[in-house]
């Protein structure tokens, strides 16, 4: 059988576990052959992240969250196409879909915002609380099933 991957094995090859709070630059030469650029901590206690963070900071960490939050959102909209996320019914998808509707509606976007919901079948409780949720945000939602 042929494989799409092309591999070989070797002795010399062994799997090393990447360090948390690192990142890993390769350039790939004309033979597809990975070159080791660099390896650097993008983040560490004491030391400033390596990109700029657009967030006024206060002392209440609610706040903070909620800022840091809503900008993470806001960089996100910043798209010449029409603008969607995944909706799985839950805590966390449904606040970043409360979050980008807002934030849409503040930049003026007039077209629903699209949903994603995938589940395994019509009455899945995912699908049912992502419906919601989507009903509630008056969001353009569509669900992938698996039967």
Same mark, same amino acid.
């Given at each position: 059988?042929?494989?799409?991957?092309?591999?070989?094995?070797?002795?010399?090859?062994?799997?090393?576990?990447?360090?948390?709070?690192?990142?890993?630059?390769?350039? %790939? /030469?004309e033979?597809?052959? $990975?070159?080791?650029?660099?390896? +650097?901590?993008?983040?560490?206690?004491g030391?400033? =992240? #390596?990109y700029?963070?657009?967030?006024?900071?206060?002392?209440?960490?609610?706040?903070?969250?909620?800022?840091?939050?809503?900008?993470?959102?806001?960089?996100?909209l910043?798209?010449h196409?029409?603008?969607?996320?995944?909706?799985s019914?839950g %805590? /966390?998808?449904?606040?970043? $879909?409360?979050?980008?509707?807002? +934030?849409?509606?503040?930049?003026g976007?007039?077209? =629903? #915002?699209?949903?994603?919901?995938?589940?395994?079948?019509?009455?899945?409780p995912?699908?049912?609380?992502?419906r919601?949720v989507?009903?509630?945000?008056g969001?353009?939602?569509?669900?992938?099933?698996?039967?």
């Amino acid at each position: 059988k042929r494989s799409l991957i092309l591999f070989q094995k070797s002795e010399s090859l062994k799997i090393e576990a990447f360090e948390p709070g690192t990142y890993e630059e390769y350039k %790939l /030469d004309e033979n597809e052959k $990975a070159e080791f650029i660099k390896k +650097e901590r993008f983040h560490c206690i004491g030391k400033f =992240p #390596i990109y700029e963070v657009n967030v006024n900071l206060t002392d209440d960490v609610s706040l903070n969250i909620r800022s840091y939050l809503t900008n993470a959102v806001r960089m996100r909209l910043m798209s010449h196409r029409r603008i969607g996320c995944m909706l799985s019914g839950g %805590l /966390d998808s449904s606040l970043i $879909a409360a979050l980008t509707v807002q +934030e849409a509606r503040k930049q003026g976007i007039t077209y =629903p #915002i699209q949903t994603f919901s995938i589940g395994m079948d019509e009455e899945s409780p995912d699908l049912l609380a992502a419906r919601k949720v989507a009903k509630h945000l008056g969001t353009e939602h569509h669900e992938i099933r698996f039967t």
